[in-house]
């Protein structure tokens, strides 16, 4: 089974618009960790926002936030008031601390336009 | 204070070439982790090494690819003879240690491209 599942393969949205791209993840670790990375076109993967299994409230950095389900074993990253630069493909990540080791596993990505 | 620096950015091989990528972490980070990301997928972790360690190679090749991180000088991935399904883009990212980590940091990433 996959352990992070990216179902929206392309996003768009109008500047200054708000965005939802979707995360659900599958694990039996009690404790993880969730991260978002953006990847522009340049290729570079840029640490956006992390949420760890035991926080009580929501991430958030700036104008991203992630809404975070832990029943349902979601993690939604949130972008606010979009903007052209947020044109980029986008990848949720897990960290299961059992693991021992700092490996993240990764979704397959969403890409996102955001359009004037 | 500089990030995790990959070179070359791009890197292109011909078919049965030995290929030599390269990766200097962030300055007091002992720990380095290789990914490789195919066209249109997620990052696939590869190897984790410490100094003259590998602690966890359960994601590479067993065949061709292999990992140093020497105790002077840069981490190496290294893939002998090199085939077209070896383009990909690698990715090496670093951290402090593992205990309270809350995020790695990447490279630019090496393009590799097999003729």
């Known amino acids: 089974a996959q352990k992070i599942t990216q179902t929206q393969p392309g996003m768009f949205v109008q500047e200054k618009e708000a965005v939802t791209l979707d995360c659900t993840y599958d694990t039996s670790d009690p404790s993880y960790g969730l991260f978002w990375y953006k990847q522009p076109s340049s290729g570079e993967m840029i640490f956006l926002i992390y949420?760890?299994?035991?926080?009580?409230q929501n991430a958030t950095e700036g104008r991203y936030s992630l809404n975070f389900q832990k029943a349902r074993k979601s993690a939604n990253l949130v972008i606010s008031a979009s903007q052209l630069g947020d044109s980029a493909m986008y990848f949720c990540a897990m960290k299961e601390e059992n693991s021992g080791y700092s490996t993240l596993t990764f979704g397959k990505g969403t890409m996102l336009l955001v359009s004037p | 204070n500089a990030g995790v620096m990959q070179n070359p950015r791009h890197l292109v091989r011909r078919r049965g070439q030995e290929a030599r990528l390269r990766c200097s972490p962030m300055?007091?980070?002992?720990?380095v982790y290789w990914y490789r990301q195919l066209p249109e997928e997620g990052l696939k972790f590869m190897v984790y090494l410490q100094k003259e360690n590998i602690i966890d190679e359960s994601g590479m090749p067993k065949e061709r690819f292999s990992a140093e991180f020497p105790k002077e000088g840069p981490s190496i991935l290294r893939i002998q003879q090199v085939v077209r399904g070896d383009s990909a883009a690698y990715f090496c990212?670093?951290?402090?240690?593992?205990?309270?980590?809350?995020?790695?940091?990447f490279g630019s990433g090496t393009q590799l491209s097999v003729l």
């Open positions: 949420q760890g299994s035991y926080d009580q």
């Open positions: 300055k007091g980070h002992s720990h």
């Open positions: 990212a670093s951290s402090p240690g593992t205990v309270g980590m809350r995020e790695l940091f």
